[in-house]
């Protein structure tokens, strides 16, 4: 079986490098929004409908599960590490339950979409599709808790191809999926939800196949076991704050872009560009950020401090290193890079403004990135979720709001506020020392 202890750490390196630059051009999980947007760009309606839906779907859902799963993150990398192989089924298992019984709180919001949005103001037409958009996912949410559960069970060993493979396999059927349901059966924002569902559990059942055929199990499952109905405060214990720091950062991206939709559309799609340039730069200092997770579990499992130690150094230093090479590259391209995203003047003149107060928060993001990924590997959610609900919440929209709207900034408020969450996110770890915690973990 493919470990991470069997091979090289430059190999496990490269191959979590290597993935999320793939993932960065064929997304794992993509959602379809690029068809559901050519198919519906005529009803202005059901296009508000379908993105007001996702939207949901990602915040009371995805976002729920996602963060919940990240405690796989801290467990199965130190239990891997430790080489006590078949308690990472143990816990494996022990995550299928729970994240599992997840699923019924967050559907009891999901199935109340309606009347949340109504009750915000929105309008009842985009509600009522939003809802059935939502009602039709619904029970694909089980699907893609399973494959983040999956993908965390394999990453945390160093196997990383398998999501590669998958996720390409997936993305091929997604199309043609969306394809059939959106413009041979002309089913519309229903068609959308069912291929969207589709691809959920696609997924999941192809990578669980993979898993199977390959026998990438067999050294760490040894069957279902009464062990994964015990000890589960441990596993709430980490789940909840790794959540916290999911949502907290993840929530935050929704509420910019509904503050920047009050400002104007000119506003809107110059967050939009921003954004979509965050997103796409996030992916280099992510990778190293999962490479550290592994590899920083893995070795206080083995109980190595002074390797832990060295893997989190490293993680920063080449989050940080490709991130100045991208601030750069994006400070040079400040007045042409938002014509990857749109050819509207006014849009490119407002990207143009604000993308020197960007290019630090590219910087400072991959810290925290490679931060974040150290905690993780070290079992401190709880200082991750502090430093994010602080740097997000506590200076971020103290400072971004007021920027955007009493001093009429627009988007450069928020870009303000972005810089400003990402100096807490970074000093805040920085003070508490990340070597210390790495010690205690290992005590």
């Known amino acids: 079986m493919e470990s991470s202890t069997q091979r090289s750490p430059l190999s496990s390196w490269r191959d979590c490098f290597v993935l999320k630059r793939i993932r960065m051009l064929v997304p794992v999980g993509f959602k379809a929004e690029i068809i559901e947007l050519s198919k519906l760009s005529g009803p202005v309606t059901e296009l508000a409908g379908v993105s007001l839906a996702i939207a949901v779907i990602n915040v009371t859902g995805i976002s729920i599960g996602s963060g919940l799963a990240a405690a796989c993150d801290t467990l199965i990398s130190q239990t891997f590490g430790s080489r006590n192989l078949l308690r990472v089924g143990v816990i494996l298992q022990r995550a299928i339950l729970i994240l599992l019984l997840a699923c019924f709180p967050c559907w009891a919001i999901l199935i109340n979409t309606e009347p949340i949005l109504l009750a915000v103001k929105q309008k009842p037409e985009v509600a009522r599709l939003s809802q059935l958009y939502v009602k039709i996912f619904m029970p694909a949410l089980p699907a893609t808790f ?125 967050q939009s560009v921003v954004y979509g340039l965050a997103n796409v730069a996030y992916m280099f200092p992510m990778g190293f950020g999962i490479a550290g997770n592994v590899r920083v579990g893995n070795a206080l499992g083995a109980g190595d401090t002074e390797q832990a130690k060295l893997s989190a150094k490293l993680t920063v230093f080449c989050a940080v290193s490709v991130s100045i090479c991208l601030s750069v590259l994006l400070g040079s391209l400040k007045n042409h890079i938002s014509y990857i995203f749109t050819y509207d003047e006014q849009i490119r003149e407002r990207v143009a403004d ?79 020392s990340v070597e210390n915690e790495l010690e205690e973990s290992d005590n």
């Not at 996720?167 to 959308?192: D, K, P, W």
């Not at 999941?204 to 000890?231: R, V």
């Not at 999911?246 to 506003?267: D, K, M, N």
């Not at 450069?412 to 100096?423: K, T």
Request: net charge neutral.
């Open 146 to 270: 399973m494959y983040s559960l999956e993908t965390r069970y394999l990453q945390n060993q160093g196997i990383i191809w398998p999501q590669v493979i998958t996720g390409i396999v997936v993305n091929l059927l997604n199309a043609l999926i969306n394809y059939i349901f959106l413009y041979i059966l002309n089913m519309g924002v229903a068609g959308s939800a069912v291929a969207n569902a589709l691809s959920q559990f696609s997924m999941a059942a192809i990578l669980y196949a993979y898993i199977l055929w390959k026998g990438l199990h067999k050294a760490t499952w040894g069957g279902w076991s009464k062990e994964c109905l015990q000890d589960w405060g441990s596993y709430i214990h980490l789940a909840i704050p790794s959540m916290v720091m999911l949502c907290v950062e993840w929530w935050s991206y929704e509420i910019g872009g509904f503050l920047a939709g009050l400002i104007s559309e000119t506003e809107l799609g110059a």
């Open 354 to 432: 604000i993308i020197s107060l960007y290019a630090p928060f590219v910087l400072l993001d991959a810290i925290a990135a490679s931060l974040g990924g150290i905690i993780r590997g070290a079992g401190k959610q709880r200082i991750g979720a502090i430093c994010n609900i602080l740097g997000y919440y506590g200076v971020g929209f103290t400072v971004g709001v007021p920027l955007m709207f009493v001093a009429k900034l627009g988007i450069q408020g928020s870009v303000d506020r972005l810089v400003y969450l990402c100096v807490s996110a970074v000093l805040i770890p920085d003070f508490l």
